[in-house]
């Protein structure tokens, strides 16, 4: 059963950092694409960011290119979310997302096949 666990949300004033965290357990990380998504109020769920299985390649939405970094640590099972120069539009719960094919590499939501619980990020004005 794969298992994805999100840490590091909080309420942060804007133009501060961030960094998320995701733990992924019952399967083989290491050849899995990852990625992030984000839902705010009202809103689907949006792509934000993902890396591929060796943390080689990643691709950004438009509206965090530049400000936010995905990596992955693939000996600790881990991927990573930095945001940096937050504002307040980046408001929403932030979703961990394991890609579906090995050695592969997604941007819609239905490239990855599991999900963690989210995290809460508010960025205040």
């Known amino acids: 059963q794969v298992q994805l666990v999100e840490s590091g949300g909080g309420l942060m004033q804007a133009g501060n950092s961030l960094r998320l965290s995701c733990v992924a357990s019952?399967?083989?990380?290491?050849?899995?694409?990852m990625g992030w998504f984000r839902q705010a109020p009202g809103q689907d769920r949006r792509f934000v960011a993902t890396?591929?299985?060796?943390?080689?390649?990643?691709y950004y939405a438009d509206s965090v290119r530049g400000r936010f970094t995905i990596s992955r640590d693939n000996a600790k099972n881990t991927v990573y979310l930095q945001m940096n120069s937050l504002k307040p539009e980046d408001t929403a719960v932030y979703y961990c997302?394991?890609?579906?094919?090995?050695?592969?590499?997604?941007?819609?939501?239905?490239?990855?096949?599991?999900w963690g619980q989210g995290t809460q990020v508010t960025v205040s004005s």
């Open positions: 019952g399967r083989r990380f290491s050849i899995y694409p």
């Open positions: 997302a394991a890609g579906r094919i090995q050695y592969g590499l997604g941007r819609r939501e239905d490239e990855f096949v599991h």
């Open positions: 890396i591929d299985w060796s943390g080689r390649t990643a």
